[in-house]
């Protein structure tokens, strides 16, 4: 089901991207209606894996690493840029946006900066299991503060001047007499952009540095976790495990149960707990 939601996102997206064009070729109003709600129609999937995530956080044992910290940090993403689309999909109001510094801070937002806080999530909860040792927490604190502080400190701006009408596509405003005032705007935003890049630069140092430096791994399991990629060894060979394959006894969310914090998989199930998952 969630692989249908997301290939029928993909599709819808791609079709909105096309329909956004569509608004202003001065087609028949009618059919722009239309358009609207095939474009809307993308919020159909979003919003079931906005709420999936939302619930999966709600009354959680949460821990607040690096990696955690990133993938909240996609979801405020994904939802704060997301919204600004319901803005885009609609034909009226898209006739003015579009390709308006409006949509580059949407777009951006949604498929360049969430995506890419999907994409540190992974490496800081995998970097362990990859290398057999930890990064630096308190840079990847450092690196997730700036970056996302940073990201809404440059798009949302953008979404303003966007309203105002501001076009995208030019490397200079300063003959528009209605967009000159954007000049110390705009000088913010591009600060912002290299301070941003810059702190990328800490999280690669944190990335090679750890690799020959970092706090070893004692604990084949640092997360917690109750699926079998976690009883690999650290450089597994080929067949991932020494010996014979685990036996799957449990599914993978048996969290908190009779007392202990989770059940790996490979634990078989006793006949004296309380329920079987």
Avoid: C
Avoid at 53 to 58: D, G, N, P, S, V
Avoid at 251 to 277: A, L, M, T
Wanted: hydrophobic share 50%; net charge neutral.
């Amino acid at each position: 089901m969630a692989m249908v939601g997301s290939l029928f996102a993909i599709a819808i997206l791609s079709f909105l991207v096309w329909a956004h064009h569509m608004f202003v070729t001065g087609l028949n109003p009618f059919l722009g209606s239309i358009f609207v709600l095939l474009t809307l129609l993308i919020a159909v999937p979003s919003a079931i894996k906005v709420f999936n995530w939302l619930t999966t956080l709600w009354r959680g044992n949460i821990r607040f690493t690096p990696a955690m910290m990133f993938a909240i940090g996609f979801v405020s993403l994904f939802i704060s840029g997301g919204l600004t689309g319901v803005w885009l999909g609609n034909s009226a109001l898209d006739i003015h946006l579009h390709d308006t510094m409006f949509v580059v801070a949407h777009f951006h937002i949604v498929m360049g900066v969430a995506s890419m806080f999907g994409m540190f999530a992974g490496i800081y909860h995998w970097y362990p299991k990859m290398y057999g040792r930890y990064l630096n927490n308190t840079l990847g604190y450092i690196h997730f503060w700036f970056t996302i502080i940073g990201a809404y400190l440059i798009f949302w701006p953008m979404h303003y001047e966007g309203l105002a009408g501001m076009p995208r596509r030019y490397y200079d405003y300063s003959v528009w007499e209605s967009f000159k005032h954007f000049t110390e705007l705009n000088r913010f935003i591009s600060t912002v952009a290299m301070m941003v890049f810059a702190i990328q630069i800490l999280f690669l140092f944190n990335f090679f540095h750890s690799i020959f430096k970092g706090r070893k791994l004692t604990n084949p399991n640092p997360w917690g976790s109750n699926t079998l990629e976690w009883t690999t060894p650290i450089h597994a060979g080929h067949g991932n495990w020494p010996g014979e394959i685990p036996e799957v006894h449990r599914w993978p969310y048996d969290y908190s149960k009779d007392g202990k914090e989770f059940i790996p998989q490979n634990i078989p199930v006793g006949d004296d707990e309380s329920h079987h998952g």
